[in-house]
């Protein structure tokens, strides 16, 4: 397999079109769907069902989809080796909490574009277990998550240091333990994120079940949830310095086990030459 054809199928496979995916590699269309029709061909199986313009990747072509990427990833790995002073360029594919990307990216980001312009940056938010398990995948090349991580595949930074604080509406009374919200529904991310699991283990500390779990896939709908008195949640407190939120949403102080995270910078430790990746956690540094 050559790698000019992985990747055609790769950008196919991310674009579900081939009209999408030629323009993103500047081809022609007819030029992409040959080198899609030679590769499947050379393989024996179909990549892809065809529905009008609308390619849905098969089975096979999943499995090939996690090769493609890992050789493909390995390619300019060992490109990158034999070139060391060559600048950071390519894709870059980072994820990141959504909070964290909100409150702590925008400027790094802003930084890291000015200094490397050849990278091409590629951010994508989900809770923390879902981007460890991008990065092991290798369909990520770093992210930041909520420590500790508990996988020795991957290497960790030290990125930033958040204090999580417990959310009400303005005019909800002090609360000092779980009982003072025992009947309030938790508002919280979807199932994978470690904010959501210390919040969980607050309550279960003090033998409290909430009235309901509501998640969300925002941090925008949860405060403004929480503003309109619909339940608590858990946030990071540089998101709500960063916002006027004082007439609208109290702070409650956490206990120091719970509220203290530290957002760390992973990838994978195979992975071993990568300069995009390199230039990156120089930023953050």
Not at 40 to 57: N, P, T
Not at 62 to 89: C, G, M, N, T, W
Not at 169 to 183: E, G, K, N, T, Y
């Amino acid at each position: 397999m050559e790698l000019s054809a992985l990747r055609i199928f790769k950008a196919v496979a991310e674009e579900g079109s081939v009209t999408l995916a030629a323009s993103r590699l500047n081809r022609v269309q007819s030029n992409v769907s040959a080198r899609l029709t030679q590769l499947e061909d050379s393989l024996g199986v179909a990549l892809f069902l065809r529905s009008g313009r609308k390619l849905q990747i098969t089975a096979e072509g999943s499995r090939l989809l996690a090769y493609a990427d890992r050789l493909l990833q390995l390619a300019d790995e060992a490109q990158a080796a034999v070139q060391p002073d060559q600048k950071p360029s390519g894709q870059l594919r980072i994820g990141s909490m959504e909070t964290t990307a909100a409150a702590r990216l925008p400027h790094a980001l802003a930084a890291f574009h000015r200094k490397h312009p050849h990278v091409e940056l590629m951010l994508d938010t989900a809770p923390t277990d879902q981007l460890l398990e991008g990065v092991l995948k290798h369909r990520l090349d770093v992210a930041l998550v909520a420590g500790p991580v508990p996988h020795t595949e991957l290497a960790c930074l030290p990125a930033f240091e958040e204090e999580l604080v417990l959310i009400t509406c303005h005019d909800h009374l002090p609360v000092a333990s779980p009982q003072d919200v025992a009947r309030r529904n938790l508002l919280v991310f979807r199932s994978g994120c470690t904010y959501r699991r210390r919040l969980e283990a607050w309550f279960a500390e003090g033998d409290v079940a909430p009235a309901r779990v509501s998640e969300f896939g925002t941090y925008e709908a949860i405060l403004g949830c929480v503003a309109a008195g619909m339940g608590v949640a858990i946030m990071p407190k540089e998101i709500l310095n960063q916002r006027k939120l004082a007439r609208t949403i109290r702070q409650h102080a956490l206990p120091p086990h719970i509220t203290q995270v530290e957002t760390l910078l992973v990838w994978r430790k195979d992975v071993l030459h990568h300069p995009a990746r390199s230039a990156f956690a120089e930023i953050l540094a």
